[in-house]
């Protein structure tokens, strides 16, 4: 199982941008998709999560700002990032888990993306 993001980048204060992962693999359903960022020197946080029971989790310094949105038939997952500050900067990762191969076999292990650097600058 592979992750991949996309859609990074430099950004100024207050404008948006728009995150992409798509999952690769033998995959039939992943129960869990989300994103977690880290800055150099803390913790990995989470950002927004959302799974196939319905539950959806944001960290508590983007709610209302960040929205998370998955296509699963295409094994995606997308965060949008709007009103975007410099404090949002951070390598942003794409997180998998709970993931059901076409063998039918459900696999323990957390699948990470390589991370996408963003960057709210002036």
């Known amino acids: 199982v592979q992750l991949v993001e996309s ?12 995150l992409s992962c798509t999952a ?3 995959i039939f359903s992943i129960f869990r998709m989300g994103w977690y960022r880290q800055v150099p020197g803390k913790q990995r946080e989470l ?17 209302g700002r960040f929205g998370i949105s998955r296509d699963r038939a295409k094994n995606m997952v997308f965060l949008q990032m709007d009103d975007l500050a410099p404090e949002d900067t951070a390598v942003y990762f794409c997180n998998g888990s709970g993931v059901l191969t076409r063998d039918r076999v459900t696999l323990v292990s957390d699948y990470w ?8 600058s002036s």
């Open 113 to 120: 993306g390589q991370g996408t650097q963003v960057t709210v």
């Open 47 to 63: 950002v927004a999560s959302t799974d196939n029971g319905g539950t959806t989790k944001y960290g508590d310094s983007v709610e």
């Open 7 to 18: 859609g990074g980048g430099l950004v100024q204060p207050g404008g948006s941008l728009r």
């Open 24 to 26: 690769s693999g033998n």
